[in-house]
């Protein structure tokens, strides 16, 4: 399968005070197009720091990344932007949509900074991607006006709407109920199918269950790196939930 | 990102803080109506004090005979006699920057009427007189050129003559008849009251006739004339004006070029360069008080924008994140503290006209709102948003994604 991110000896120390914090401590890790990651770890594992510099929004202190065959380390500031614009799509914990700013407007941002989207093109683009994540009746409305689940759709139809190529996923269930986690991952398992490489971090073992392989983080290392034996399939554990809640009002 | 998106944005952005960025607007909204009313202010001060000087006579030419040199002992100005009549037809007809002339003889007399009497002054003049003193028939009227062809004993005379001969200043002595020197002259008009002059002297203690009146009747017929008095076409040109003047006498009374000229040239328009330049000193006086008003204004803007700008750290990140590069953010911030100074420029701009109206209107002060003053305050506006802008979007340009989604 072909590679797609490679990391060779990364670290990255932090400096507070007096104290060298190594956050990361020569981590080396391969990942392969159509992969689907799931990250997890204590906190101050290192997994954020490492997933913040595989999302170019951070710098290593040394080591080598390639991300699609392009050398990361050095370059500046404006080269890295246009890195996550056109490779990247981010969906986060507190999804991370602007306030007061409808969702298909949210979904149209990152064209708002890619120079090749045509300005008339952005609207059925972002129509598109709210489909795909099955909020077209939705466009309209404001982030206050959607429920947490609905805003991680929001935020998962921005990250698509440039067609990257990696998706990056900083705990995207952290603030949703079970079910609407199952929904998330249900939406994840088909874009992975469509052939797009996702990261995902998560500190809930059962959504890493839906991931292709996990990865473990203790101090600043990668200390496991497994592929998932039993994988579960979000659509049928959707099912799952749903004829038990029917059967209750009998029993 | 494009310069419409950015637009958008800006506007949305202002639109959802109505009230502040409205507060943030009025600073340069003030500042550019003040500015605007100042200097139509001013510009109206200038050109009222301006025009006053004139009616004094700023670009009046008056022409002296020379200094008599007898034997080494200079007699002082005005001495000698040396213009003659003709020189004023000469100059009359061969000086294109010469609009109006007449000659002056002027005399010491003693005027009587009834038991009063009283030393006043008289002027022989032509009717181009007036004109060139700006002066004006308060009751009856003036002479005609056929009194003067005629000598006709006829005059004009000052309130103040009219005060000491007839006792009381509005009553209306026309017709009346004033001896002057022994002949009967026939009071037909009195000069409007003009007060005192700059200096102090009483410009109503005075008495007019024309020309060959008094040339003939009172100064024993000489062909010479005390001086010249003429108005050039433009303030601007009375330099040019006197050098024609000068080389049409000097070739008139036959000078050598090594020969001083008889003759003295003098005109105004130093008192008016002193009044244009304190008027001068006033406005940009005015001016400066509110240009600081605009400064002030700018001021704000960056305060505002630097309150934004931390408000909307998250945003910045968010923006940052999914591609803004550090010029995208920049230009975002920079756009709208430009809307802001520039909107804020027009509503500025719209109520100093309306200010200045105003102030001319109620105020009865004079107005002169020029475009200079107008594109001067805009730009300068426009300036000050892009200043005080930088510093907040730079900030704001200069944050790490990361720490700036992680604000809190």
């Not at chain 1, 079970?178 to 996702?198: P, V, W």
């Not at chain 2, 509005?170 to 003009?194: A, E």
Request: glycine residues 8%; proline residues 3%.
């Amino acid at each position: 399968m072909e590679n797609l991110i490679s990391v060779k000896d990364l670290t990255k120390t932090y400096r507070t005070g007096d104290v060298d914090v190594h956050a990361l401590n020569s981590v080396s890790l391969n990942i392969n197009k159509g992969e689907f990651v799931a990250i997890s770890g204590a906190s101050g594992s290192g997994k954020s720091t490492f997933m913040n510099i595989l999302g170019c929004l951070d710098t290593p202190t040394s080591g080598s990344y390639s991300m699609d065959g392009l050398d990361v380390p050095g370059r500046n500031k404006n080269e890295l932007a246009e890195l996550r614009n056109s490779k990247f799509g981010f969906v986060f914990q507190s999804f991370y949509l602007l306030p007061r700013t409808s969702a298909r407007e949210n979904v149209e941002l990152p064209m708002l900074y890619n120079k090749k989207v045509l300005s008339n093109e952005m609207e059925e683009k972002a129509l598109n991607a709210l489909k795909s994540v099955g909020l077209a009746d939705r466009a309209g409305s404001m982030p206050n006006q959607l429920s947490g689940g609905q805003q991680q759709r929001v935020a998962i139809a921005r990250a698509l709407v440039n067609d990257p190529v990696i998706i990056m996923a900083d705990e995207p269930t952290g603030n949703l109920d079970s079910r609407t986690s199952y929904e998330i991952m249900e939406i994840f398992q088909k874009l992975n199918d469509n052939g797009i490489t996702i990261v995902m971090v998560t500190h809930e073992p059962d959504i890493a269950q839906f991931a292709k392989s996990n990865i473990l983080f203790k101090d600043g290392k990668i200390i496991a790196n497994n592929p998932v034996k039993e994988r579960k399939n979000a659509t049928e554990e959707l099912k799952k939930i749903a004829e038990p809640a029917e059967e209750k009002p009998a029993s | 990102m494009r310069i419409l998106n950015l637009l958008k944005l800006a506007y949305r952005s202002l639109n959802r803080n109505k009230l502040r960025t409205f507060l943030t607007m009025l600073g340069i909204i003030i500042g550019v109506a003040s500015v605007i009313a100042m200097l139509a202010i001013g510009e109206g001060s200038n050109q009222n004090i301006k025009a006053s000087v004139a009616s004094l006579g700023t670009n009046s030419i008056m022409i002296f005979p020379g200094t008599a040199n007898q034997g080494g002992v200079r007699q002082g100005a005005s001495s000698t006699q040396t213009i003659k009549l003709e020189d004023v037809g000469a100059i009359a007809t061969r000086c294109d920057l010469i609009n109006h002339i007449s000659p002056v003889d002027q005399k010491r007399v003693q005027a009587v009427y009834g038991s009063q009497n009283w030393s006043t002054t008289i002027l022989g003049v032509k009717n181009d007189y007036f004109i060139i003193r700006s002066l004006t028939i308060a009751k009856g009227s003036s002479f005609t050129t056929s009194d003067d062809r005629a000598a006709a004993k006829v005059c004009l005379v000052g309130v103040t003559v009219v005060l000491n001969l007839f006792g009381d200043e509005n009553m209306n002595p026309v017709g009346q008849i004033i001896r002057i020197h022994s002949i009967p002259v026939k009071i037909i008009g009195i000069l409007t009251k003009m007060g005192q002059n700059t200096f102090g002297q009483d410009q109503d203690d005075i008495i007019i006739s024309p020309f060959s009146t008094v040339q003939k009747r009172m100064m024993s017929s000489t062909p010479y004339v005390n001086s010249i008095l003429a108005s050039g076409i433009s303030e601007d040109q009375i330099g040019d004006a006197v050098d024609e003047i000068t080389s049409l006498l000097r070739e008139n009374h036959k000078l050598a070029p090594s020969d001083d000229n008889d003759f003295t040239v003098r005109t105004q328009s130093d008192i008016s360069n002193i009044f244009g330049t304190i008027s001068k000193v006033m406005t940009i006086l005015l001016a400066s008080i509110a240009g600081i008003s605009l400064l002030v204004g700018g001021i704000g803007i960056m305060n505002i924008m630097l309150v934004s700008v931390t408000e909307r750290t998250r945003e910045i990140g968010i923006r940052m994140a999914i591609g803004a590069k550090g010029r995208d953010v920049l230009m975002q911030f920079m756009i709208e503290s430009i809307v802001i100074s520039f909107i804020g420029g027009l509503i500025g701009i719209l109520l100093g006209i309306v200010a200045s109206w105003l102030v001319g209107k109620f105020g009865g002060w004079p107005i002169v709102i020029t475009l200079s003053s107008i594109i001067l305050s805009f730009v300068f506006s426009a300036a000050i948003g892009l200043f005080f802008g930088w510093y907040p979007a730079r900030k704001a340009a200069a944050l790490n994604p990361i720490d700036a989604l992680r604000y809190e």
